[in-house]
């Protein structure tokens, strides 16, 4: 039993729908590229948002060290003109 050309080019389902197999594959493969686009899409993003969100982490910890340095420095700078303020006030 030897199908002819235009049942060979048919895909059966449930032997109740036919369509050719033209179409078939262009809809599976147009819905393939939509999710492989779609993915490939939020992938970039992620990638992007953890870059930035490791940018960040680094610059957030620069500025901490350098207002931790600055209030050390502050605060060695105020002791030092308190020890200036309590010997001129001492001994005249």
Known sequence: MELDLKERNMVTVDNQYKSPAHKVIAFLKKGRDG????????????????????????SRQMWRE??????AELQSKKKFVAELQASQKGPR
């Open 66 to 71: 350098r207002a931790e340095a600055a209030e």
């Open 35 to 58: 999710w492989r686009d779609k993915y490939k899409g939020l992938k970039n993003k992620l990638r992007s948002t953890e870059n930035q969100l490791r940018v960040v982490s680094a």
